[in-house]
């Protein structure tokens, strides 16, 4: 490992501090779950919440209720630290029997360790792996092991306000949007909302700093044909921006604010001004589909972000269900802990009420996913989803990425400046 420890690797000292400690078995704590009798209780942590957690829920419960040799306990954690709380429980022997993880928190897990392959319990089980979307489970493979099994994929997406885009005469009848996909007919679509609308209300409901601007500005980098920021070496990966297509792109959403100011600056709650009916199009994550279908008297359509650079790009995450590796684990409680794995990607048409695209083409095929309105519109983007480069810096990656893009969305620095600063701050942190 080189030089200087990232925050992953000082968290990692104190992982082997824990184990020392206390031992490699995973060690039995209490539980407050009411497990019937003679059936065997598997305990998973999951970070969801909101309606994520509600429909996680109503999956482990028709789990439990579907057989009687496993039972899932579904524990709650708080978001913030739960990172930080696995990668320490899983050291000393106190974590959990399934784990939710981001896809791009995969390469920290499987460097460190801590985390089953699934291979030899898939068998067991049945897992079909061909029946999952490959761009999404070419995630959760690493030396040609699967070491999760994929729930989803959630890209960055469009909301239009059907009314408001009727109004400005931008709607064609059969519903579908009278925009230009190039980068100048996108402009002018917005340009119109801008002159069209009341002046009450505005084209796109967009934060000016945060995790939305690097999503918007990654899939419009990707559209151009950009693929990295880093190679994907888990641990030693070299710097590998385009930095000529990073600039266009950034170039290029920084106009929507300052040259053609559809977007109001310093918005303080860009998810209400869509909601309320303010704003006539927002450009955010499919789980706020849910949001606004049960939202009274908001007509939108949801579109996948438009393809305006000659190539299809998308920024998108995904959760994933993995197995923590103990030296004296149950093989019981692990077949069990896949099983339910593989039953809750099958029903992966009740996690979609969320939103999300589930991980199984099988899944998206499906009539019950066809009937569900809206979801069908973007699930071809689960093809063509650009996932973060697997690195165990990615982490500290994202962050730089962020807090330097936002002061160009701000007019804090230009683009140049930005991405100067960025490769800086990368390379430092990757090589020292």
């Known amino acids: 490992m080189k030089g200087r420890l990232s925050i992953f690797l000082s968290l990692f000292l104190i992982v082997i501090l824990l184990t020392a400690c206390s031992g490699l078995g995973k060690l039995v ?10 059936a065997t209780e598997i305990e998973m942590w999951n970070l969801f919440a909101g309606g994520d957690a509600e429909y996680m829920q109503t999956i482990v419960d028709e789990f439990n209720e579907s057989q009687d040799e496993f039972y899932v306990n579904n524990i709650q954690q708080e978001f913030d630290e739960y990172y930080t709380k696995l990668i320490t429980s899983l050291g000393a022997g106190k974590g959990p029997d399934i784990a939710i993880s981001h896809s791009h928190t995969l390469p920290e897990l499987v460097h460190l360790g801590i985390l089953q392959d699934l291979d030899s319990y898939a068998d067991q089980v049945g897992v079909q792996w061909d029946e999952f979307n490959t761009n999404i489970l070419e995630q959760t493979v690493f030396d040609n092991q699967h070491y999760a099994i994929p729930i989803d994929t959630h890209p960055h997406i469009m909301y239009f306000n059907n009314d408001l885009i009727d109004d400005a005469g931008l709607l064609n009848d059969d519903g579908t949007l009278k925009m230009e996909k190039t980068p100048e007919g996108f402009r002018v679509f917005f340009q119109t909302l801008k002159k069209e609308l009341p002046e009450e209300n505005f084209p796109l409901a967009f934060p000016t700093v945060g995790m939305d601007g690097f999503r918007q500005w990654w899939a419009f980098y990707s559209q151009l ?85 000659g190539q299809k790009g998308a920024w998108g995450g995904s ?106 701050e990368v390379k430092e942190l990757i090589n020292n």
């Open 29 to 38: 704590s209490g539980s407050s779950a009411n497990v019937p009798e003679g």
């Open 225 to 309: 044909g950009g693929e990295h920021i880093v190679t994907d070496d888990l641990e030693n990966p070299t710097y590998a921006l385009d930095t000529e297509k990073a600039i266009k792109a950034a170039e290029y959403m920084q106009s929507f604010w300052h040259e053609d100011k559809v977007i109001p600056l310093n918005l303080a709650d860009f998810y209400t001004d869509f909601q309320s009916g303010k704003a006539a199009t927002i450009a955010t994550g499919v789980w706020s589909t849910g949001i606004w279908e049960s939202t009274e008297d908001l007509n939108f359509t949801a579109i996948p972000l438009p393809n305006i650079f």
């Open 319 to 424: 959760h994933t269900f993995v197995l923590p590796a103990y030296e004296d684990a149950d093989p019981e409680v692990q077949r069990g802990a896949v099983t339910f794995m593989d039953f809750a990607t099958d029903h992966g048409a009740k996690w979609a009420q969320a939103g999300h695209i589930p991980a199984k083409d099988t899944v998206v095929e499906s009539k019950e996913f066809k009937e569900m309105p809206y979801r069908e519109d973007y699930a071809q983007v689960a093809d063509y989803v650009n996932f973060s480069d697997r690195t165990i810096y990615y982490r500290g990656i994202n962050e730089i990425m962020v807090r330097n893009l936002d002061r160009i969305w701000t007019n804090e620095a230009t683009p140049e400046e930005a991405f100067q600063r960025i490769e800086k």
